[in-house]
């Protein structure tokens, strides 16, 4: 059984699924943004990103060349892979698993293999930000053509679901594939260095300490969390932004000299789950449009950590379970967001319990589960 997984770069939540496939199967991964790509500029971030952890061992892999003259993930025309149906037919693949249709080297792939050999699908779109009118009517026609050249489809929550059905997809051709990040990683005892971020920031030990990381970007709405921050009356609580973005200057501005906010550059993945364990609560508070899932939330709670999500999130539906592993609000009211701040923070040992349900609930979303779900189906598939 040989499987050919199209996917854009290598990325931390998906590098360990494909070493786990490469235990058990033939699979070879062909990386379609180029061979420049483990180094690539984000815009989300504004600087080049570089993972700090090995993500190409154990399993088989080729660069495609690409011939975009923009080359990047964000845009359709940004992955042209001229020689790469070549490349995957001259490797003899079973079978393709193909991550995201939005490529145009992507979907033609899927094209082509269409009843030639299973065409497998993992993406984790949903219908949280769709809008009813005569564009959504136009989309629904070709997101069905789209899906109509899949066999089977790898859905990672509720939400993305819910999204394959309405576009064509039938029970029988939709498996449950958990997203995860490596819970172990953020699990492990970091507790001497999370214990030194609160201390260089002036956070004394008994003080709550609320997060942000990532993107300071419209889409994930820091901005909201940190205007609702500064309308709580609880001098002993703090609240950290790490990474970077458009909206950093904003913030900062904003945040001016008030003590209770802090900041911190883009930490890479080997200094996150110190982060994590230095907060006390962690928060999303994205507004979309796209906020597909938030796989910072699976890290915050592998870390024993409660999370306060917006409802715009896609893995809201999932892994938050109210009173239990954190709170969900309603995206862009800020009212809401601060009601949900003032419980939360206002019983610290809630939050601890919280947090402790949080960290049991996610170990049911783990690779192993994510890579058994797609061998089941790969495995039955090829012995019929």
Not at 101 to 128: C, E
Not at 136 to 144: E, G, I, K, T, Y
Not at 215 to 230: D, G, I, M, V
Request: charged fraction near 20%.
């Amino acid at each position: 059984m040989r499987l050919a997984i199209i996917t854009t770069h290598p990325i931390q939540y998906y590098a360990p699924v494909f070493k786990l496939l490469a235990d058990k199967i033939d699979v070879k991964v062909f990386y379609t943004w180029g061979n420049e790509a483990q180094e690539k500029f984000d815009p989300g971030f504004g600087k080049t990103i570089s993972w700090d952890i090995p993500l190409l061992d154990g399993y088989r892999y080729e660069w495609v060349k690409n011939t975009s003259p923009q080359p990047g993930s964000h845009h359709f025309k940004g992955i042209v892979n001229p020689g790469l149906i070549h490349q995957i037919k001259s490797w003899q693949a079973d079978a393709v698993l193909v991550y995201g249709w939005a490529y145009d080297s992507h979907l033609k792939v899927m094209r082509h293999f269409k009843n030639k050999i299973p065409v497998y699908f993992r993406g984790d779109s949903t219908l949280l930000d769709a809008k009813p009118g005569a564009k959504q009517l136009l989309r629904a026609v070709f997101l069905r053509w789209v899906y109509g050249h899949v066999d089977h489809a790898f859905y990672v929550g509720r939400n993305n679901g819910a999204y394959f059905k309405k576009y064509g997809l039938k029970d029988k051709q939709l498996t449950f594939a958990p997203h995860a990040i490596d819970n172990d990683r953020f699990a492990a005892e970091s507790g001497e260095e999370a214990s030194k971020i609160r201390s260089d920031l002036g956070i004394k030990p008994g003080d709550t300490l609320i997060l942000f990381a990532g993107k300071f970007e419209e889409k994930k709405s820091p901005y909201l969390l940190l205007n609702a921050f500064l309308t709580l009356d609880m001098p002993d609580t703090h609240l950290l932004f790490v990474g970077n973005g458009i909206l950093e200057e904003t913030l900062m501005t904003t945040a001016g000299k008030n003590n209770g906010v802090h900041f911190i550059n883009f930490q890479n993945q080997s200094a996150m789950p110190a982060i994590y364990q230095a907060c006390n609560l962690f928060c999303l508070p994205s507004q979309g449009p796209g906020e597909t899932w938030g796989l910072a939330v699976n890290e915050a709670m592998a870390a024993g950590r409660p999370v306060l999500v917006s409802d715009k999130c896609g893995c809201a539906a999932d892994l938050v379970r109210p009173a239990s592993t954190g709170e969900i609000f309603e995206a862009g009211n800020i009212a809401s967001l601060e009601k949900k701040l003032q419980v939360l923070v206002g019983d610290k040992d809630k939050l601890a319990i919280l947090g402790r349900n949080a960290k049991v609930e996610i170990t049911n979303w783990s690779f192993n589960k994510q890579a058994d779900a797609l061998l089941s189906i790969i495995n039955h598939r090829h012995a019929n």
